[in-house]
């Protein structure tokens, strides 16, 4: 065979390589999001634990876990949106799911303190899953030098440190029993617009 029957050979076949990777990979997108069975939640464990649970996509999350029949522990700032989200959990599910209720700000205690409230909140709980979905964001965007120090460290207390200390509470919970699920909710500003102008703090902490 020739050099060049060898080349066209070769070259056929490495863009041949090169383009099964992303039919494949798309094909595993769509095989993971629309045809593949659902997971039964409770196998994991009887809990879950949700961050941020009282508004937005927290709130959502926490009822349709709910509605899986799972337990939940929310975490959450706010003692009066914390009942008042267990309230309409309670009325939508009645006796089929227990709630426990923790309250603790994330960008206001030390990551020891907010490991050790948790490890209290949990003991005794079948957790398997952990969803950290709580977050800081800016009021309104501005360029990153403008942005106060306060809100600088509460953004990156809360997007990094909290759901880092929170994490470190529960795994040891989930390594006991070899099984569990851990969902950190990030966001498509790190992802869509790259450094997401005027809003970097947010965006590099939810990366």
Known sequence: MEFQEIFIVATSTIGFISLCKPIISFLRWVWVMFLRPPKNLKNYGSWA???????????????EIASKGLNLVLVGRNPSKLEATSTELHEKYGGQIQIKNIVIDLAKF??????????????????????????????YA????????ELMESTMKVNIEG??????????????????AIVNIGSASSE????????????????
């Open 110 to 139: 030390s990551g020891e303190e907010i490991g050790n409230a948790i490890e209290e909140g949990i003991k005794g709980l079948d957790v398997g899953i952990l969803i950290n979905n709580a977050g800081v964001a800016y009021p």
């Open 192 to 207: 869509i617009l790259p450094s997401y102008p005027l809003y970097t703090i947010y965006a590099a902490s939810k990366a």
């Open 49 to 63: 634990l949700i961050t941020g649970s009282t508004d937005g996509i927290g709130k959502a999350l926490a009822f």
């Open 163 to 180: 759901a880092t200390w929170v994490t470190k509470a529960v795994l040891p919970i989930m390594l006991k029993k070899k099984k569990g």
């Open 142 to 149: 501005r360029f990153f030098h403008e942005v106060d120090l």
